[in-house]
């Protein structure tokens, strides 16, 4: 029984130094796979930083960290850190709001109460699929679409609503250590995607991994502001297990700072899909979508258009 075993805890490398909300500065977390090979792409992902100036000027680690499997599956990590995705792929159609539905009919040409919609663990019966095999199944891309942060694609017949998520919770187990790193950016956007890029690139040439293997299967990055608190929510820690202050967390101040409330802030971490003001209209969709790629002030500014 896991309640019997002694479980490990956190080992931190390099401590969190708090927040900073100094303008063009973010911290975005990035953890390597469980599937990963985690010390030589570690050392490898080090090696782009460190080999150009302008990536080593610009780029600071800040925290770094060794999260036991045990402590993962203990606290629920990625239960947590995913829980709105695995509703989905265990409901199905029933969890889809009414603006979804429309943009499934757009994106597809077939009515929403006509499709064969079903959650990724339906899928796995349904089929007669293990979650790996469900997990490398390739479509083309118009069988294929995102809406609201929630993956679909199209595969015998069926739209099977993230597909990779059995896969996620199967391969985290107790043995299944992550490591996990924040890197205090100024890059800009485009700097910041080339060098992702050559990190992949660097991975590939180096055979850890194969070519034309998408780069979110091997380590997750932080895609934008809310995402960051999500990432910083599951795995910053101290060396006693314990999480640090979720004020510690850079863009977490900074919305403090100006304005929001802790509680409005985590509410919306849990139920991020929600409809906003834009020049277009009122439209639905994912807050970590909407904030993608956003400095604090532009994904500031977008939350405060919430409805």
């Known amino acids: 029984m896991l309640g019997k075993r002694r479980v490990r805890l956190p080992t931190i490398l390099i401590p969190f130094p708090g927040p900073q ?15 990963s090979n985690g010390v030589l792409v570690e050392s490898l992902l080090f090696r782009v ?38 509703r989905f792929a265990k409901l199905g159609k029933k969890a ?3 603006d979804m539905r429309k ?17 990724a663990f339906s899928a796995l ?19 294929y679409t995102m809406i609201c942060g929630q993956s679909i694609k199209l595969y015998r017949g069926y739209f099977i ?30 700097e910041y995607h080339t060098m992702v890029e050559e990190m992949g690139e660097k991975l590939v040439a180096e055979n850890v991994v194969t070519a034309g293997r998408p780069l979110a299967r ?56 929600m409809r906003f003001r834009t020049e277009k209209g009122i439209i639905e969709e994912n807050i970590f979508s909407m904030t993608k790629d956003s400095t604090y002030k532009e994904a500031s500014d977008i939350f405060r258009q919430r409805i």
């Open 21 to 35: 909300c100094e303008s063009g500065s973010q911290d975005i977390f990035l953890y390597l796979r469980p599937e």
């Open 49 to 86: 930083i460190k080999d150009t100036s302008t990536y080593c000027e610009k780029c600071q680690i800040v925290y770094l960290a060794n999260i036991p499997g045990d402590f993962i599956v203990r606290h629920r990590i990625i239960q947590q850190h995913n829980a709105v995705k695995i």
């Open 96 to 98: 889809f709001t009414p």
């Open 103 to 119: 943009k499934f009919t757009e994106q597809f040409k077939l009515l929403f109460r006509n499709a064969p919609i079903i959650g």
């Open 125 to 143: 019966k349904r089929l007669k699929l293990q979650y790996e095999d469900l997990f490398k199944i390739w479509v083309p891309p118009e069988n």
């Open 161 to 190: 609503v993230n597909y990779d998520i059995p896969a996620l919770l199967h391969k985290n187990n107790r043995k299944t250590d992550i490591a996990v790193m924040i890197y205090r950016s100024r890059l800009n956007k485009q």
């Open 218 to 273: 091997t380590f997750h990055y932080s895609n934008g502001p809310f995402e960051q608190i999500l990432d910083g929510i599951g795995y910053l820690y101290d060396n006693k297990g314990s999480h640090l202050p979720l004020s510690c967390l850079s863009f977490m101040k900074y919305l403090l700072e100006h304005g929001f409330s802790q509680e409005r802030i985590l509410h919306t971490i849990k139920n991020p899909i």
